[in-house]
Structures are given as C-alpha cells and as structure tokens.
C-alpha cells in the first residue's frame, strides 16, 4: 500500500474543469481509463470523487498495466 497525492494521479481539464486521470485507475472495483474526464455526479459505487479532491489516496501501482488501484483516502 502506498500513499499518492491527489494531483499525481487526477488532474484537471482546463477546457470544462472536469477531473480526469492521468493513469488507469480502479475505485471501487469499477475501472475508468487515463486521459477520460469523469463527469460531475458519477458514482464509484457510492463514492463521489469531486467530494475528495485533494485528499491523498491510497492504493497501489500495477506498473505493468499503468493502473493505481484505490483503496482509500487519507
């Protein structure tokens, strides 16, 4: 397990403001691709993102498939 800032993994989209990964990530066992903004209101299983920003994650890194596999915030 390890810790990764907020802004490592998600960034920003300076066209609409919208959140997007800047790896592959899983949050909550459901899969979102790098590079693809995530809309406002979507839920990873219950868990909204726009409600954590800039909270640190936890979660590890499967270098080979570039995917952060999130388990939590600190």
């Known amino acids: 397990m390890n810790r990764y ?6 960034n920003t989209s300076t066209v609409n403001g919208l959140l997007y990964p800047r790896v592959n990530v899983i949050i909550n066992n459901l899969r979102y691709p790098a590079y693809y903004n ?5 839920s990873f299983g219950g868990l909204d993102l726009y409600n954590y920003v ?5 979660g590890t890194f499967d270098p080979t498939t570039s995917t952060l596999t999130m388990v939590g915030f600190y």
Not at 54 to 58: S, T, V
Request: no cysteine; proline share 6%.
């Open 5 to 10: 800032q907020f802004f490592t993994v998600f």
């Open 54 to 58: 800039g909270r640190d994650i936890a």
């Open 38 to 42: 995530i809309p406002r209101g979507i």
